[in-house]
Structure formats: structure tokens, C-alpha cells
């Protein structure tokens, strides 16, 4: 099963200037919780990979990338619908950025998404793909508060 998470605000934002503009702890213990479940393999691009400070850990970590330089703790995924299709019956995290979401999504390849929604607008100049159309509401949390930020978690599955 392949799997998208991420955190969004009201306008699906989910970077800005590269960098997430939230600090939101409940929210990154969620995302490492729901990661290392269902077999704790995660596929993210490139420019997002670099932007952690290292491997995302107790996870199996893949880069989608056409630089082919050796990443520490990650192995390089240079043909995405490839590695999808090994992935078919097993259990995979996409974990963002933008463009890699998108190219999941447009494959028809997600099959669950798990968003954090936040209740405000960051300004964000990267945004999750439009999910409405192919995606229903499966279950939601009630409204959570840290930091100042409201924010509730949700999940949804695909339609048809």
C-alpha cells in the first residue's frame, strides 16, 4: 500500500522558501509514529531529502533523484513508475516534497493520504496536490492545539 503524508494549511500549503514554516512537535511525533509503521520504508525527492539533517531513522530511506552522487542512509530511486511497481504489494511512505506527491498522485499510484491539516495560512509558495476529486474522508481527529497552531489529523482513501 502506498501511502502520502504530510501537513497542510488551508490552502495546501506545505513549504515556504524551501523549509516547512511551522514547528508543530505533535505533528512530527505523528509523521515518525505513522513512518516507521507498515514497514517503515519512505520514498522522498531530492531537494527534500537534503533539507533533513540526516536519514530519517529506524526508516528505510529511498531519494527520488536524478543526481546519482551517493546519499549516507539512502538509496537513489531514479525511475519513479519502476519503483512504484515494486512497491505494489508492499507497504511505502511518500513523504514529500511537492513534486514527488504530485507525480504519485497523477500515477494513480496513492492509495491512502494522511493529512495534517492547520488551521492557518503560511504564505507557502509549495503546495500538496489537488486530492478532492480521487480521495474521501476516512477519519479525523478532533481539533488539536500546540504552539498556537490549531491543527486536527486526518486520513483518507481512495474513491472507486
Not at 497542510?8 to 508543530?24: T, Y
Not at 529506524?58 to 525511475?79: C, F, Q, S, W
Not at 511537492?98 to 488551521?119: F, S, W
Request: with cysteine; charged share 25%.
Amino acid at each position: 500500500m502506498i501511502r502520502l503524508i504530510a501537513a497542510i494549511d488551508r490552502k495546501k500549503g506545505i513549504a515556504k522558501g524551501g523549509l516547512q514554516p511551522w514547528h508543530i512537535p505533535e505533528d512530527e511525533q505523528y509523521f515518525t509514529e505513522q513512518t516507521k509503521q507498515y514497514g517503515g520504508t519512505v520514498l522522498v525527492g531530492g531537494t527534500t531529502f537534503r533539507t533533513f539533517r540526516e536519514p530519517l531513522s529506524g526508516r528505510r530511506n529511498y531519494v527520488l533523484t536524478r543526481d546519482k552522487t551517493p546519499l549516507a542512509g539512502a538509496e537513489i530511486v531514479d525511475d519513479l513508475d519502476k519503483f512504484l511497481k515494486d512497491f505494489q504489494d508492499k507497504d511505502l511512505w511518500v513523504v514529500g516534497g511537492a513534486n514527488v506527491y504530485a507525480q504519485v498522485l497523477q500515477a494513480g499510484r496513492a492509495d491512502e493520504l494522511y493529512l495534517t491539516h492547520i488551521q492557518a495560512d503560511f504564505g507557502c509558495n509549495q503546495f500538496f496536490p489537488e486530492y478532492e476529486s480521487a480521495f474521501q474522508l476516512a477519519e479525523q481527529s478532533d481539533l488539536h492545539e500546540q504552539n498556537g497552531f490549531i491543527f486536527s489529523f486526518a486520513r483518507y482513501t481512495k474513491t472507486g
